[in-house]
């Protein structure tokens, strides 16, 4: 069974920086392209941002495009979200996720971790 | 930016009877593979997403074929035939059309 599960989520200050982690199992990492969607507190689902196979082409939502950074490892299976200059509005539960179709993949998700939450407060 | 609207914004069923969800997108999802890109996802409480619907209308592994995607361009429907108790939560359309990927606001679904 897919498993993925998100570690890195803690409270920090305006300004500051957080590194997320995704862990995944049970498929082959580096044939999938991968995502972050977080939720903020009682809000709906928003896109954060893609990487693609072999981790060179990334996508970015303005939101976060300049100060987030998605890398993935491969050798460990791992997707990455480099959080800087964070804003109380980035507080939200932060969501890794697979893309459905291998190689080439079309940001769809099939498999989501139960999420990590981060809370941006002085 | 491709722009989701989703109606209604909540919906109480009848368990046994049928709901539809309506998502119409800003421009045409229709993506050159000759497929739309338009997926559906539901959130039960408490829970992360899961997806129900890919390319507007295939089933995702495992979900029960009560629930169907159909639609063009740009107006999308999902419905929920026979609502179950389990199916409890908000569901979202999403495009996949191209990137900043975007979700509808999402629609409530009670049961009576």
């Known amino acids: 069974e897919v498993h993925l599960l998100e570690s890195g989520g803690d409270l920090a200050q305006p300004g500051g920086s957080l590194r997320l982690s995704c862990t995944a199992s049970?498929?082959?990492?580096?044939?999938?392209?991968m995502s972050w969607v977080r939720q903020a507190p009682g809000k709906g689902l928003e896109w954060i941002s893609t990487?693609?196979?072999?981790?060179?082409?990334?996508y970015y939502a303005d939101s976060v495009k300049g100060r987030f950074i998605i890398t993935r490892d491969d050798s460990k299976s791992t997707l990455f979200l480099q959080m800087n200059r964070l804003r109380a509005e980035d507080t939200a539960i932060y969501y890794c996720?697979?893309?459905?179709?291998?190689?080439?993949?079309?940001?769809?998700?099939?498999?989501w971790g139960q999420g990590t939450l981060v809370t941006v407060s002085s | 930016d491709i722009v989701m609207t989703q109606s209604p914004l909540s919906l109480s069923v009848t368990p046994g009877e049928s709901a539809s969800i309506s998502c119409r997108s800003s421009?045409?999802?229709?993506?050159?593979?000759?497929?739309?890109?338009l997926a559906w996802f539901l959130q039960r409480p408490g829970q992360s997403p899961q997806l129900l619907i890919s390319?507007?209308?295939s089933r995702a592994s495992g979900v029960p074929d009560r629930f169907s995607g159909s639609g063009s361009g740009t107006d999308f429907t999902l419905k929920i035939s026979r609502v179950e108790a389990e199916d409890v939560g908000v569901y979202y359309c999403?495009?996949?059309?191209?990137?900043?990927?975007?979700f509808g606001g999402g629609t409530k679904v009670e049961i009576k």
């Open positions: 421009q045409s999802l229709l993506h050159n593979n000759g497929f739309y890109s």
């Open positions: 390319l507007a209308s």
């Open positions: 049970a498929f082959t990492f580096r044939n999938y392209a």
């Open positions: 999403m495009q996949a059309l191209q990137a900043p990927v975007t």
């Open positions: 990487i693609y196979i072999g981790g060179i082409t990334t």
């Open positions: 996720a697979k893309d459905h179709i291998p190689l080439d993949g079309d940001y769809t998700c099939d498999y």
